[in-house]
C-alpha cells in the first residue's frame, strides 16, 4: 500500500507497513476491549445467563461444548505457529515451504471457523438468540466480530498465496507483505486466547461451575 | 520500488506515455482539472479539499445554529417546531464536531505536517485520499437525512407503501449529537421480523451509520500520520525538534486511534438492538441504557480534546512568530499535551456526575477532572510566557491567537467549575453548560482554526488575505460570539434548561435569550465574511512573498504555493526553530544530495480510493434506506459493501507505481550542516 519506496530507510527503523499495522492492532485492542468489557459487565449483572422460550432459566455451562470450544481453540493456537513458519519461510526466500505453511493456516482458519458456525447453529437451536437475553447479544456480537476477524484475515491469507505465484511476493516487500499479515493473524489468535478465557473457562468456576455446587443439570 | 526505474525523469507526468497499472488499467495522470482533484494522492490538495468542504459544512452548521438561536430569541416564539428544533440541535452539534472541526483540523495536518517534517508527502498517499472522500461521503450520507425530511413535510412519499407503514416519521437524526439510549434504541420484545418497538425513526439510523463511515474515515487518516510523524522525519528532525503543531498532531492521531474504538462499538451495538433486536441498550430484556452513556463519553471525552489540540498547536506556532521569540518551555508545552491526552481517557464520567455513580466514582472522576486542569493552565502559562517580552506584531492570526487565550481560558474556569460534582448537579443540563463548551469549542477551538487559516493561507496559495477584512471579521466574531454564549452563563444559573425548544415569558430569561440571539447573529456574519475574504484570497487575493511573516519552521523555507515534490533536495535540520535560526544567524538548514535532474519520487495518481469510498456512500444511504423499509434497499447495501471491496481490491492489485519527477539543482549550502544535524 505503500507508495513511497519501501526500502527506503525510516525515521524509526521500522517499515511504514509494519508500523501501520502495530497501530491499528493498538486500535483493535481497544475494540475487543469495549467488545469484551460489555459482555463481562451483563455476565456479572445477570448470572444465570438466559431464559429460553418456554420461560426456563438457562444456564451457560449447559450450553457449551467445552471440549469442542477448546479444539478450536487449539487449531487457532497451532495455526499461529504455522503462520511463524510461513513468514520465517518468506524472509528465507523460501516460497515452496511458504505455500504449504500458509495452506496450512488457511485450513486451520477455515476449521475454526467451521467449529463456530457449528458452534452457533447448536446455541441457536438450542434456545440462545440474539434476541432473548442480553447474554445472546453480547455473545454471538463478540464472537462473531472475532470471527470475522478471522475470516477477513483467511482472505487475505489466500490472496497472498495466490500473489506467490504471480511475483508479487518477490523480495524484501513481498516478506514484509507476508509478516505483516503475520502480525494481523497472531492478534486475532491472542484475543481468541482471551475471549476463550474470559467467556466459556470462568463460567466453570465459582458456585454455577462444574467445580462448585448449584448446578442444575438441565 | 522498482516501478520508479522504468522511465527517465520528467518535469511534468504527461511527459510520459500514460502509465498503466500493475493489472492493466488506465492510471490518471492530469495535475490540473477535476480529474485531478478527483484523482490525487497530493497531501497539500488533499488538505485543501479537506479545508474547502469543512467551510462549506461549518456554515451549515451554523446556519442550523441560527435557527435554533431564532427560535429562542423570543418566548413561546412558533418558528420552527419542537421536532424541527430537536434535529436542528442535533444535526448543529454533530455537523460542526465531525464536519466542520475535525476536517478542518485534518485540513491542517495534511497540508502541514510533511512540509514541517521535511518529508515529501505522508506515509500512505492513497490511504489518505481514501480518508478524504470516506469523510466527504459519509457527510454527505449523514446530511441526506435532511433530503428525506424535506420530501416527509413536503409530502412526496405519500403514495408508498414503505413510507405508510413507518411508525415514526422523523427523517433527520433528533437524538442530540450523543444520542442518549434508550431514546436512540429500543424497548419491548422483538417481533419475527427482528425488530423491537423503537422511540425513534430512521434519522437515528442516518446518525449512527454516518458517524460510523465518519469514523473510518477519522481512523485511517490517524494511523497515516502517525507513522508519517514517526517514520519520514528529515535527518536531524529529532522528536524534540518538532514543531508543536506536528507534535499535536501525533498527540491527536494517537487520542483518535484509541477514543474511536468505543464509539465504533457502541454504534455496532445499537445498530444490532435496531436492526436485529439485540439487547444492549433494551431496557425490557436487561439491557442498561447507562452502558451506553459510558461508551459514549469514552469516546466522547477525549473527542473533546481531538478537537483542541490541533488549535492548541496552530496558536503555539502563530504566538512565537509575532512575539519574535522561541515558544517558551517548548518541552513543557509538549509534555503537557500528551498529559492531556493521557488523562483525557480517564474523566469522561464527569459527564455523568448526575446519573448516581456513587460516591466514590464521583470523587474519583471530580479530582482527575481538576487535575486536567493543570496542563491546560501550564499551556496558558507558557503561551503568555511567549510573549511576555516579546517584540509582538499584531496581525490577523496574531489577534486571532490573543482571542484563542483569553476565550478559551474562560471555558476553562466553567470548566473547573463543572469539576466539583456538586456544582455540576445544579448546571447539569442548563446553559450554563452551554456557555461553556461554546466558550471552549467556539472561543477555543473555532479562533485557533481561523488564525491557522490566516496564518497559512498565505503559504497555501502564495496570496495574502485583506488585513482590513480580517480584523473587521475577528471583532466580529469576537465580540458576537461573547455576546451570544455570555449571557448563557447567566441564563444557565437562572435555570434554563438545554435542548427545550421554546420557555414561557415570567422567568426573566427572556432579555438574555434575545441578547445571544442577537450575538449569534453578529457571529454569524462574522464567520461569513472571514471565510468569503479567504475563498477571495484563494482566487484573487494579492500575491505575497513565501515567507511574508518571518516565521519559524520549514514549511516558510519553500516557495508558494509549494510545488509538488515539496522539497527539491531533502533537508538537514540543526535545530528546533530551524527555518527561523537559518534566517537569523543559527545553524543553517543544509541539504541532502538528492533531487535535482535525477529526480525525487513521486506517487501516482489513483481511482481506486475514491471508488472504495464511494462503496461508503451507498451503504450510508442504503442502511438507512433498509430502516425504513423501502424495498431492495437490502440489496443496495450488499451493492455498496461489494463496491467497497472492489476498491480496495483493485488498490492492492493496480500497485503503488509512481515516477521520478525532476526538481531544481541543489545551490550550494552557504554554511555545511553542522555535525550535530546527522544525530
Redesign the interface.
Known amino acids: 500500500m505503500s507508495d513511497h519506496a519501501a526500502a527506503a530507510p525510516t525515521s524509526t527503523g521500522i517499515d511504514h507497513k509494519k508500523l501501520i499495522m502495530w497501530l491499528f492492532l493498538a486500535s483493535d485492542c481497544m475494540f475487543f476491549g469495549t467488545l469484551i468489557s460489555t459482555h463481562l459487565l451483563y455476565r456479572k449483572l445477570y448470572p444465570t445467563g438466559f431464559t429460553d422460550a418456554e420461560g426456563h432459566e438457562r444456564f451457560i455451562q449447559n450450553l457449551f461444548d467445552i471440549e469442542l470450544t477448546s479444539f478450536s481453540t487449539f487449531i487457532l493456537l497451532m495455526s499461529s505457529f504455522l503462520m511463524a513458519l510461513a513468514v520465517s519461510a518468506m524472509h528465507k526466500g523460501q516460497v515452496a515451504s511458504f505455500r504449504r505453511n500458509v495452506l496450512g493456516v488457511i485450513a486451520f482458519g477455515l476449521v475454526f471457523l467451521g467449529c463456530q458456525v457449528y458452534e452457533f447453529t447448536h446455541f441457536w437451536q438450542k434456545g440462545l438468540t440474539i434476541q432473548n437475553s442480553v447474554f445472546g447479544s453480547t455473545f454471538y456480537v463478540l464472537t462473531g466480530t472475532h470471527g470475522t476477524h478471522v475470516a477477513i484475515g483467511v482472505l487475505w491469507l489466500i490472496l497472498l498465496y495466490f500473489y506467490s505465484f504471480t511475483g508479487r511476493l518477490r523480495g524484501h516487500g513481498g516478506a514484509l507483505d507476508v509478516e505483516v499479515a503475520g502480525l494481523y493473524w497472531h492478534f486475532v489468535d491472542i484475543v481468541w486466547i482471551i475471549i476463550f478465557t474470559v467467556v466459556y473457562l470462568v463460567e466453570y468456576l465459582g458456585p454455577n461451575g462444574i467445580w462448585g455446587a448449584g448446578l442444575p443439570l438441565s | ?1 522498482a516501478h ?1 526505474a522504468h522511465h527517465a525523469p520528467v518535469a511534468d507526468k504527461t511527459e510520459l506515455p500514460p502509465e498503466r497499472s ?1 493489472i492493466g488499467l488506465l492510471r490518471p495522470d492530469r495535475t490540473t482539472g477535476l480529474l485531478d482533484w478527483l484523482t490525487t ?1 497530493d497531501h497539500k490538495k488533499i488538505g485543501i479539499l479537506y479545508g474547502a468542504f469543512a467551510m462549506l459544512f461549518f456554515l451549515l452548521g451554523g446556519v442550523e445554529a441560527l435557527a435554533i438561536r431564532t427560535q429562542l430569541a423570543a418566548p413561546e416564539n412558533a418558528f420552527i417546531s419542537a421536532r424541527t428544533y430537536n434535529q436542528m440541535f442535533t444535526m448543529h452539534g454533530t455537523t460542526m464536531i465531525f464536519l466542520g472541526v475535525m476536517p478542518l483540523s485534518a485540513a491542517f495536518f495534511n497540508f502541514l505536517v510533511p512540509l514541517q517534517i521535511g518529508a515529501r ?1 505522508v ?5 489518505n485520499a481514501f480518508s478524504l472522500w470516506t469523510f466527504v461521503f459519509g457527510a454527505l450520507a449523514l446530511n441526506a437525512s435532511w433530503v428525506f425530511e424535506v420530501g416527509h413535510l413536503a409530502g412526496w412519499f405519500r403514495d408508498f407503501a414503505w413510507y405508510q407503514s413507518l411508525t415514526y416519521t422523523d427523517f433527520a437524526p433528533a437524538n442530540g449529537w450523543f444520542s442518549y439510549a434508550p431514546l436512540s434504541g429500543t424497548f419491548g ?2 417481533d419475527a421480523a ?1 425488530h ?1 418497538p423503537r422511540f425513534t425513526g430512521v434519522g437515528t439510523d442516518f446518525w449512527i451509520i454516518g458517524i460510523q463511515i465518519l469514523g473510518v474515515a477519522s ?1 485511517a487518516a ?3 500520520f ?2 508519517t510523524i ?4 528529515a535527518p536531524g ?1 529529532t522528536m524534540m525538534r518538532l514543531p508543536v503543531f506536528t507534535w499535536m498532531t501525533l498527540v491527536t492521531a494517537f487520542l483518535i ?6 464509539i ?3 454504534l ?2 445499537l445498530m ?2 435496531r436492526t ?5 441498550f433494551n431496557p425490557t ?4 441504557p447507562i ?1 451506553w452513556q459510558h ?1 459514549f463519553w ?1 469516546f466522547g471525552h477525549p473527542e473533546v480534546y481531538i478537537l483542541v489540540l490541533p488549535a492548541m498547536g496552530i496558536v503555539s506556532e502563530i504566538l512565537p512568530t509575532f512575539s519574535k521569540k522561541p515558544l517558551f518551555g517548548y518541552p513543557i508545552i509538549v509534555f503537557s499535551g500528551a498529559v492531556i491526552g493521557f488523562l483525557g481517557f480517564a474523566v469522561w464520567s464527569h459527564h455523568m456526575f448526575t446519573t448516581g455513580l456513587g460516591p466514590i466514582p464521583t470523587a474519583a472522576f471530580s479530582l482527575l477532572t481538576m487535575a486536567i486542569a493543570v496542563p491546560t493552565g501550564v499551556k496558558i502559562f507558557n503561551w503568555i510566557g511567549t510573549i511576555w517580552g516579546g517584540r509582538v506584531r499584531f496581525t490577523p492570526p496574531m489577534v486571532l491567537s490573543l482571542g484563542f487565550i483569553w476565550m478559551f481560558m474562560l471555558g476553562g474556569f466553567s470548566g473547573i467549575m463543572h469539576s466539583a460534582a456538586p456544582a455540576d448537579a445544579q448546571q447539569q443540563d442548563t446553559y450554563f453548560v452551554v456557555a461553556h463548551f461554546h466558550y471552549v469549542l467556539v472561543g477555543g477551538v473555532l479562533l485557533g482554526l481561523m488564525a491557522g487559516l490566516y496564518f497559512w493561507f498565505p503559504k497555501i496559495f502564495g496570496r495574502m488575505p485583506n488585513a482590513t477584512v480580517a480584523y473587521v471579521a475577528s471583532g466580529l466574531v469576537i465580540f458576537g460570539f461573547n455576546m451570544a454564549f455570555g449571557p448563557m452563563h447567566y441564563l444557565g444559573l437562572a435555570g434554563q434548561p438545554r435542548r427545550t425548544h421554546t420557555y414561557q415569558a415570567g422567568y426573566g430569561w427572556e432579555d438574555w435569550n434575545l441578547v445571544a440571539t442577537i450575538g449569534a447573529f453578529v457571529l454569524g456574519i462574522g464567520v461569513f465574511l472571514a471565510f468569503a475574504n479567504l475563498a477571495w484570497t484563494a482566487f484573487r487575493g494579492r500575491r505575497c512573498e513565501s515567507d511574508p511573516w518571518d516565521a519559524r519552521t520549514l514549511e516558510w523555507s519553500l516557495p508558494s504555493p509549494v510545488p509538488a515534490y515539496n522539497f527539491a533536495q531533502t533537508p538537514v535540520v540543526a535545530t528546533r526553530d530551524a527555518w527561523f535560526a537559518h534566517k537569523h544567524g543559527g545553524p543553517k538548514v543544509g541539504a541532502l544530495d538528492d533531487g535535482g535532474p535525477a529526480g525525487v ?1 513521486m ?2 495518481q489513483s481511482w481506486m480510493p475514491l471508488l472504495a469510498s464511494a462503496g461508503f456512500l451507498i451503504v450510508g444511504l442504503a442502511v438507512p434506506m433498509m430502516a425504513m423499509g423501502i424495498p431492495h434497499a437490502g440489496w443496495a447495501v450488499v451493492s455498496g459493501l461489494g463496491v467497497l471491496f472492489l476498491g480496495i481490491w483493485l ?2 492489485l493496480e500497485g ?3 515516477y521520478q519527477l525532476v526538481t531544481p539543482a541543489a545551490t550550494p549550502s552557504p554554511a555545511p550542516a553542522p555535525a550535530e544535524a546527522a544525530r
Not at chain 2, 506515509?123 to 490511504?127: G, S
Not at chain 2, 486511534?257 to 468505543?262: L, S, T, Y
Not at chain 2, 430484556?285 to 442498561?288: A, H, L
Open positions: 520500488m520508479a500493475d494522492v508527502d506515509a500512505f498517499p492513497r490511504l420484545q422483538a427482528l423491537a481512523l490517524s494511523f497515516n502517525i507513522v514517526l517514520n519520514m522525519r528532525m486511534i484509541f477514543a474511536f474504538p468505543a465504533t462499538v457502541a455496532i451495538q444490532f438492538d436485529f433486536g439485540a439487547n444492549f430484556n436487561g439491557g442498561q452502558l461508551l469514552i519520487h506517487p501516482s488498490w492492492a503503488p507505481g509512481g
